[in-house]
């Protein structure tokens, strides 16, 4: 695909066809990665872990009866005030 680079505002922006986002299970409002390779602006999509778990479902998992213990992390460093 052959495009051109574009003034917008005070940025310069690249159009990019919906078949070559799709085909690179891109949408529109996804984060992307860009970087330069040997000369060449590579754009790679961002997964991220995220997303992938529901917190009611997370503690439902939590056996019943579970009690959490007090963590001790030591004593304060710095200006720390516990």
Same mark, same amino acid.
């Given at each position: 695909?052959? !495009? !051109?680079?574009?003034? &917008? ?9 919906? !078949? ?9 409002? =996804? ?13 790679? $999509?961002?997964? /991220?872990?995220?997303?992938?778990? =529901?917190?009611? +479902?997370?503690?439902? /998992?939590? $056996?019943?009866?579970?009690? $959490?213990? +007090?963590?001790? &992390?030591?004593? $304060?460093?710095? /200006? +720390?005030? &516990?």
């Amino acid at each position: 695909m052959i !495009t !051109t680079i574009q003034k &917008w505002g005070n940025s310069q922006g690249l159009r990019l066809s919906k !078949t070559l986002l799709a085909d690179a299970d891109i949408d529109v409002g =996804d984060a992307v990665d860009v970087a330069v390779h040997k000369g060449a602006l590579v754009v790679t $999509p961002v997964r /991220r872990v995220r997303g992938g778990h =529901d917190l009611r +479902e997370l503690v439902r /998992r939590i $056996p019943k009866g579970s009690k $959490p213990a +007090e963590l001790d &992390w030591g004593a $304060p460093v710095g /200006r +720390e005030v &516990w």
